[in-house]
């Protein structure tokens, strides 16, 4: 073998060596490379992991959020609803009590207006037989009448006016020993006519009774003069 041979082939080892040498460094960066391609993608996964379980866990506290505020509104509206009906039930109760209470007035009046009016006609069948025994006849009546009596003889004439303004609403027998009961005292009847209250018309009647007696040499005890 001559030199040139051998420098050839000397050459081609060479040349065989340094396409080894390549492809070992290709190889070599390739295999780097995959390796910062799958470090890349691993950061990559795990970045994308934590991003979805940040989200996730935003949305599961978004949505207990809402959850609870959702009771809450639940919570409120049924508060109200309760509210609403025990305002309901109290203006329902309060309803019925006024309507007892006035049904109870109205009988009330009733029952008033009732011996009121039985003890008037007790009272008026009293003052005829009064009027019957008093009052034999109406010359002697009067004669009654124009007779003067003599001042200083110590008649004590009492006149009660019949009636009040103010009304007395407790009751009491008609008379001792009745069973009637009555209104203690009243206001009495209206004048049509006249306008005037009861107890304004008797207490004028009185009070001119009152000038009239005196005048005569009585004594006179009012039971009001007002």
Known sequence: M???????????RARAKARKRARRRKLILS???ALFI???AGVAVI?????????????EAEAAQSAEALAESAAMEQA???ESKQAEAEAARSEEEAQAHQEDYE?????LEEQTRQANIENSATLKKIAAISVPSLSAY????????????????CIDAGHEEVDLLEQEPNAPG????????????????SGLEEYQLVLMVALKEQTILQNRGYQVVMTRTD
């Open 2 to 12: 001559t030199n040139e041979e051998r420098q050839r082939m000397a050459r081609r």
């Open 31 to 33: 295999g780097v490379l």
């Open 38 to 40: 799958l470090l890349i």
């Open 47 to 59: 970045a994308g992991i934590k991003i979805g379980n940040s989200r996730r866990q935003n949305m």
């Open 80 to 82: 109200a609803l309760e």
């Open 107 to 111: 009988n009330t009046q009733q029952a």
């Open 142 to 157: 009067l004669a009654a009448q124009q007779t003067p009596q003599v001042a200083g003889q110590g008649h004590i004439v």
């Open 178 to 193: 009745s069973d009637v009961m009555k209104q203690k005292v009243s206001s009495g009847t209206y004048g049509e006519a």
